[in-house]
C-alpha cells in the first residue's frame, strides 16, 4: 500500500505570493489533516478534511485555507505569503471518522524569501 | 499556552538499556495520546497510542503508560537499539475533536552503540 504522498516535497516563493501543496492520502482513507511544523511554534495543527468536509481548524489566519476532493485528495492554499510562513507543512491520512491514528506524509518544505 | 510538554528536550541511552521518554499535559479534555517517531527529512511515523481509559498499553519493544491523575504519560523503549535514535514526539486529542492532535516539542532521542 502506498503511503501518504505530498508533492512538491520544496518550494521557495516570495512574499506576497500564494502557494498550493497536495496530498494525496493513504488509499482507502477519508481523511486529511494538515499540520505546520517551525523550530519555534514546533508541530500545529491547520485544520481536517473528512469527506470533503472541514471537520476541524486550528487556529491560524484566513490565509491558510483548503479543501478535500472526492478522491479524497486534498490541497492546501496559503495566500499573501510572509517570511513567518517558511515552515514544514505535513499531510497526515486517516482511515474513518472515529479513529485517531494519522499517517503522515514526508512533508513540503516551504520557504519565503 | 503549551498544553502538551516535553520537558526533555534530548536523551542519551546505551543500546540495550531503556530509554524512558516522559510527556505531561495540562488539559483535562484530553481523551487519547498518541506517539511518533521523526527522522531528519521524514514525516512523523505513528508508534503507538493510548486512550484514557487504560493505563498502559504495549507492542513489542514500546509501551506507553498513563498516570490520568497526575497527567503524565510516558514512553519505555526496551531494549533499545541505535536505529530508535530520532526524535520522538507526544500527542493528545481532544474529546470530540477527531484528528486535532496537540503535539509536544518533541524529544531527540540517541542510542549509544
Known amino acids: 500500500k502506498a503511503g501518504v504522498t505530498q508533492t512538491p516535497r520544496y518550494l521557495i516563493k516570495t512574499r506576497g505570493q500564494q502557494v498550493t501543496l497536495s496530498c494525496s492520502p493513504i488509499?482507502?482513507?477519508?481523511?486529511v489533516s494538515w499540520y505546520q511544523q517551525t523550530p519555534g511554534q514546533g508541530l500545529q495543527f491547520l485544520f481536517e478534511?473528512?469527506?470533503?468536509?472541514?471537520?476541524n481548524k486550528g487556529n491560524f489566519p484566513g490565509r491558510f485555507s483548503g479543501r478535500q476532493f472526492s478522491n479524497s485528495r486534498s490541497e492546501m492554499n496559503v495566500s499573501t505569503l510572509e517570511l513567518g510562513d517558511s515552515a514544514l507543512y505535513l499531510c497526515?491520512?486517516?482511515?474513518?471518522?472515529?479513529?485517531?491514528?494519522?499517517?503522515f506524509g514526508q512533508g513540503t518544505r516551504l520557504t519565503v524569501v | 499556552d503549551q498544553q502538551v510538554k516535553q520537558n526533555s528536550p534530548s536523551l542519551s541511552v546505551q543500546e540495550g538499556r531503556i530509554s524512558i521518554l516522559n510527556c505531561d499535559y495540562t488539559n483535562s479534555m484530553f481523551d487519547y495520546f498518541l506517539w511518533y517517531k521523526k527522522y531528519p527529512a521524514e514525516g512523523p511515523t505513528f508508534l503507538i497510542s493510548i486512550s484514557s481509559i487504560k493505563d498502559k498499553n504495549e507492542d513489542g519493544r514500546f509501551t506507553v503508560f498513563l498516570n490520568k491523575s497526575a497527567k503524565h504519560l510516558s514512553l519505555h523503549i526496551v531494549p533499545s537499539q541505535p536505529g530508535d535514535s530520532a526524535v520522538y514526539f507526544c500527542a493528545a486529542r481532544r474529546i470530540g475533536s477527531a484528528r486535532q492532535l496537540t503535539f509536544g516539542s518533541g524529544t531527540q532521542l540517541t542510542v549509544l552503540p
Open positions: 478534511y473528512f469527506s470533503e468536509t472541514q471537520r
Open positions: 488509499s482507502g482513507h477519508r481523511s
Open positions: 497526515a491520512s486517516g482511515e474513518g471518522q472515529g479513529d485517531t491514528e494519522a499517517f
